[in-house]
C-alpha cells in the first residue's frame, strides 16, 4: 500500500513537472515570437519613415543634396536590414523573415542605385540609362511593399493570431511598413513621370 502510495505520489510529481516545462516552454515561445514581431515592426517603421524622407528630398533638394541625402538613406537602409537579418527569428516566423528581409534589401540596392544616377538623370540632357536605372529602382521600392504587405506582414499576424499571442505587431495605419508614398499606384513606374522628376531636381539648383 505505502509503495503504490509512494508511486502515485511520484507521478503527481512528474505530472506536474512536465505540466510547469510544458507551461515555461509555451510562455518563452510566446515571448520569443512577441519581441520577434515588434522589433520587425520597429524596423519596417523606421523604414517607412526612411521612404518618407526620400520622396521629399526629391521634391526639395538640389541635385548635389540629392545625392548625398540619398546616399545617406542607402546607408540607413543598410543599418536596418543588418538589424532584421541579426533578429532572433522564431520557426513559425521564417517565411515572413524571408520576405521582410528581401523587402528590406530591395530597398537598400534601389537607394544605392539612385545615388549613383542622380546626376546623370538630372542633368539638362538627361540619359535614358540613368533615367531607366532609377525607374527600376522604383520598381524596386514597388516590389519591397508588396513583399511586406501582401506577405510578410500577414503572416506575421497569422502566427501571432494562432499562437494566441497578444501585444505583437502594432499598426498605425493601411500603409504601415511601406516604402512607396500612400495611393501613389504606379506613378513611380512611369519612365516619362521619373524624368520630369528629376529634371525639376536640377531646376531647384538653378
Same mark, same amino acid.
Request: proline share 1%; aromatic share 6%.
Given at each position: 500500500?505505502?509503495?503504490?502510495?509512494?508511486?502515485?505520489? @511520484?507521478?503527481?510529481?512528474?505530472?506536474?513537472?512536465? #505540466? @510547469?516545462?510544458?507551461?515555461?516552454?509555451?510562455?518563452?515561445?510566446?515571448?520569443?515570437?512577441?519581441?520577434?514581431?515588434?522589433?520587425?515592426? +520597429?524596423?519596417?517603421? *523606421?523604414?517607412?519613415?526612411?521612404?518618407?524622407?526620400?520622396?521629399?528630398?526629391?521634391? %526639395? =533638394?538640389?541635385?548635389?543634396? /540629392?545625392?548625398?541625402?540619398?546616399? =545617406?538613406?542607402?546607408?540607413?537602409?543598410?543599418?536596418? !536590414?543588418?538589424?532584421?537579418?541579426?533578429?532572433?527569428?522564431?520557426?513559425?516566423?521564417?517565411?515572413?523573415?524571408? $520576405? +521582410?528581409?528581401?523587402? /528590406?534589401?530591395?530597398?537598400? %540596392?534601389?537607394?544605392? &542605385?539612385?545615388? =549613383?544616377? #542622380?546626376?546623370?538623370?538630372?542633368?539638362?540632357?538627361? +540619359?535614358?540609362?540613368?533615367?531607366?536605372?532609377?525607374?527600376?529602382?522604383?520598381?524596386?521600392?514597388? $516590389?519591397? %511593399?508588396?513583399?511586406?504587405?501582401? #506577405?510578410?506582414?500577414? *503572416?506575421?499576424?497569422?502566427? !501571432?493570431?494562432?499562437?494566441? #499571442?497578444?501585444?505583437?505587431?502594432?499598426?498605425?495605419?493601411?500603409?504601415?511598413? &511601406?516604402?512607396?508614398?500612400? &495611393? =501613389?499606384?504606379?506613378?513611380?513606374?512611369?519612365?516619362?513621370?521619373?524624368?520630369?522628376?528629376?529634371?525639376?531636381? +536640377?531646376?531647384? %539648383?538653378?
Amino acid at each position: 500500500m505505502r509503495r503504490l502510495l509512494a508511486v502515485g505520489v @511520484g507521478v503527481g510529481f512528474l505530472i506536474l513537472f512536465v #505540466v @510547469g516545462v510544458r507551461g515555461c516552454l509555451e510562455a518563452r515561445s510566446d515571448r520569443g515570437l512577441r519581441n520577434y514581431s515588434q522589433d520587425i515592426g +520597429t524596423i519596417m517603421a *523606421e523604414s517607412e519613415q526612411r521612404g518618407k524622407d526620400f520622396f521629399e528630398a526629391i521634391e %526639395d =533638394s538640389t541635385e548635389i543634396e /540629392l545625392q548625398n541625402r540619398v546616399s =545617406s538613406l542607402r546607408g540607413a537602409s543598410e543599418s536596418l !536590414l543588418d538589424r532584421a537579418e541579426n533578429l532572433s527569428v522564431p520557426d513559425q516566423m521564417r517565411d515572413a523573415q524571408s $520576405a +521582410t528581409t528581401l523587402a /528590406l534589401r530591395l530597398r537598400r %540596392d534601389g537607394l544605392g &542605385n539612385i545615388s =549613383s544616377n #542622380v546626376t546623370e538623370a538630372a542633368a539638362d540632357a538627361e +540619359t535614358a540609362d540613368a533615367i531607366e536605372t532609377i525607374t527600376n529602382a522604383m520598381g524596386a521600392f514597388y $516590389a519591397s %511593399d508588396i513583399l511586406w504587405d501582401q #506577405v510578410a506582414r500577414p *503572416e506575421i499576424e497569422q502566427v !501571432l493570431q494562432e499562437e494566441g #499571442v497578444e501585444g505583437g505587431l502594432e499598426l498605425d495605419s493601411e500603409n504601415f511598413g &511601406n516604402f512607396m508614398p500612400e &495611393n =501613389s499606384g504606379t506613378q513611380f513606374l512611369d519612365q516619362t513621370e521619373i524624368a520630369s522628376l528629376f529634371y525639376g531636381v +536640377t531646376g531647384a %539648383d538653378s
